[in-house]
């Protein structure tokens, strides 16, 4: 079991960029594909980036592609979203979910554990 824990929200101007980190607790954190997900108000969660138990396979959003990052450190149970050329349209709130699988997803329900969210306001 791993409980995963958001920082590095906040508010940006468009343009801007900042980097999201999730620390994940439990001793089984590479036994776990990670992703990023994201909520604006009166929106569904939304597929953001996932990446495979060793970081061998990321996927993308397409609205997100070519402007986010995402990566892991399994010595550290950490997973990171670099965000640059953020756009207003990225304001939400953000979350970082784990899977028990070997291949990561983008459906919700295809991730076991999830963190309480970070907010990532992006000022025009």
């Known amino acids: 079991q791993v409980q995963p824990v958001e920082s590095g929200g906040g508010l940006v101007q468009a343009g801007g960029s900042l980097r999201l980190s999730c620390a994940a607790s439990g001793r089984t954190f590479s036994n776990y594909a990670m992703g990023w997900f994201r909520q604006a108000p009166g929106k569904e969660r939304e597929f953001v980036a996932c990446?495979?138990?060793?970081?061998?396979?990321?996927y993308y959003a397409d609205s997100v592609k070519g402007r986010f990052t995402i990566s892991r450190d399994n010595a550290k149970n950490t997973v990171s979203l670099q965000m640059n050329s953020l756009k207003p349209e990225d304001t939400a709130v953000y979350y970082c979910?784990?899977?028990?699988?070997?291949?990561?997803?983008?459906?919700?329900?295809?991730?076991?554990?999830w963190g309480q969210g970070t907010q990532v306001t992006v000022s025009s």
């Open positions: 979910a784990a899977a028990r699988t070997v291949v990561p997803g983008a459906k919700t329900d295809q991730y076991d554990y």
């Open positions: 990446i495979s138990r060793v970081a061998t396979t990321t």
